[in-house]
T-cell receptor, first 112, second 112 residues
Framework: QKEVEQNSGPLSVPEGAIASLNCTYSDRVSQSFFWYRQYSGKSPELIMSIYSNGDKEDGRFTAQLNKASQYVSLLIRDSQPSDSATYLCAVGSNFGNEKLTFGTGTRLTIIP | GAGVSQSPSNKVTEKGKDVELRCDPISGHTALYWYRQSLGQGLEFLIYFQGNSAPDKSGLPSDRFSAERTGGSVSTLTIQRTQQEDSAVYLC??????????FGNGTRLTVT
């Protein structure tokens, strides 16, 4: 049984600070890793994907992957109130199209 | 262009009735997925269609659930003899080869 674990939160971060979201996964052969953002009542939207160990930066977002520790994280710099949402970690076994295993999500609140 | 379209957006049904949920994927996307999200939970994989290949039905929770995809485009998820535990948001997603999943806005199913 593949598992993806996230702290459900809520995680409260002051505006302008760095928000750090963490995720661990159980399947060692996992190859693809994604962070989705989901606003209340809305569908998930992809914000980051990462496939190799190390850091990947896109604007204010940085994804970090450590396959040896089976750990993936998302950093949000200069947090804004609009970043308040639930962040879902998703893990896949291949690099291409395939079903993803999702965590239960971390609810993030940015405090103005 | 148009995104993934799901209908109905909300469905209230009585226990024991059958329901059909519809998904129109993004044009040209070969892969189509159904996920289920219960209140406060992560996304639970249900079924995956890829081109003309046999679908991956490994996530369907019981034989009351079935899905088909006609002509490689529109998909219908059918739940027979609905139970209260079937209440959830049913999300459809589509993707092209090696591209991220694009989710629809979901169908909120309530079984009374």
């Amino acid at each position: 049984q593949k598992e993806v674990e996230q702290n459900s939160g809520p995680l409260s971060v002051p505006e302008g600070a760095i928000a750090s979201l963490n995720c661990t996964y159980s399947d060692r052969v996992s190859q693809s890793f994604f962070w989705y953002r989901q606003y209340s009542g809305k569908s998930p939207e992809l914000i980051m994907s990462i496939y190799s160990n190390g850091d990947k930066e896109d604007g204010r977002f940085t994804a970090q992957l450590n396959k040896a520790s089976q750990y993936v994280s998302l950093l949000i710099r200069d947090s804004q109130p609009s970043d308040s949402a639930t962040y879902l970690c998703a893990v896949g076994s291949n690099f291409g199209n395939e079903k993803l295993t999702f965590g239960t999500g971390t609810r993030l609140t940015i405090i103005p | 262009g148009a995104g993934v379209s799901q209908s109905p957006s909300n469905k209230v049904t009585e226990k024991g009735k059958d329901v059909e949920l519809r998904c129109d994927p993004i044009s040209g996307h070969t892969a189509l997925y159904w996920y289920r999200q219960s209140l406060g939970q992560g996304l639970e994989f249900l079924i995956y269609f890829q081109g003309n290949s046999a679908p991956d039905k490994s996530g369907l929770p019981s034989d009351r659930f079935s899905a088909e995809r006609t002509g490689g485009s529109v998909s219908t998820l059918t739940i027979q003899r609905t139970q209260q535990e079937d209440s959830a948001v049913y999300l459809c997603a589509s993707s092209q080869s090696n591209s991220p999943l694009h989710f629809g806005n979901g169908t909120r199913l309530t079984v009374t």
